[in-house]
């Protein structure tokens, strides 16, 4: 059984580059549209935008470098570590590129989240623009999902949507879904936020049943 997601959360978001996912948090805290709090950022870089943004918002913001660590292990140990010591309870990981090693995955089981951009289980791992372009999908799009140690495999709560254009390039179409982006973790965040949404064993239930199918973002940003 997971463990409880507390109420209003503190929430400890890990970033690796350019932040605009950790803003949007940043933005619906301060806007009353997220029942949480922000602990503090945690990168990898230490020259990622994200701790910029975050220290511009009054916000605890750290790298560790991976490389004065022995191990995969021992650097996830201190980088959780910190994490704890900002009194986060939730742990949601907004464009962090290193993989998380197992024990620290199962140490925050149901309590730790990504964004990745494409609509899984297609294209997990990198590139995901360019891979659904190659492939020719109609579709592409972003999901919100627990992090379980299956790298971007864990339950999915939410989706967004977008269609591929014609004439597209990675950039264009990977600019339409990271619009797209930050109000579908906003409004999956707030679902587990208020304890809506929660990880029970393999399944995602919201409002006490288990989702046969991740909820999709609408177009007026809620979620159905
Ligand atoms: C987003 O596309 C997110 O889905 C992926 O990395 C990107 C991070 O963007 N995991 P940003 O740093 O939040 O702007």
């Known amino acids: 059984m997971a463990a409880q997601v507390a109420a209003r959360p503190r929430i400890a978001v890990l970033a690796s580059g350019r ?6 948090l940043i933005d619906a805290v301060a806007a009353g549209a997220l029942a949480a709090d922000l602990a503090g950022v945690f990168s ?12 511009a918002a009054g916000l605890p913001a750290a790298a560790l470098d991976p490389r004065a660590h022995a191990s995969r292990l021992d650097f996830d140990e201190a980088l959780f570590a910190a994490v704890a010591d900002a009194g986060a309870d939730l742990v949601v990981c907004a464009g962090y590129l290193r993989l998380l090693s197992a024990p620290v995955v199962e140490a925050w089981e149901g309590r730790i989240l990504n964004i990745h951009p494409s609509l899984l289980p297609a294209f997990k791992g990198l590139r995901t623009h360019q891979r659904a372009l190659d492939a020719g999908v109609a579709e592409h799009g972003a999901s919100v999902h627990y992090v379980t140690p299956d790298l971007d495999g864990g339950p999915v709560i939410a989706q967004a949507r977008v269609p ?6 990675a950039a264009t179409l990977g600019a ?27 399944a995602v239930f919201v409002d006490g049943a288990a989702l046969a199918a991740p909820l999709q973002l609408g177009a007026g940003g809620g979620l159905a």
Do not use: F, I, K, M
Not at 164 to 169: K, L, N, S, T
Not at 178 to 202: I, K, M
């Open 19 to 24: 932040g605009t996912n950790l803003q949007a």
């Open 44 to 55: 990898d870089r230490a020259t990622a935008r994200a701790l910029d943004r975050a220290r």
């Open 164 to 169: 591929v254009a014609p004439g597209d390039d």
């Open 176 to 202: 339409r879904v990271l619009e797209r982006e930050h109000a579908l973790l906003v409004a999956a965040l707030q679902l587990v936020a208020t304890g809506r949404a929660r990880l029970q064993g393999d």
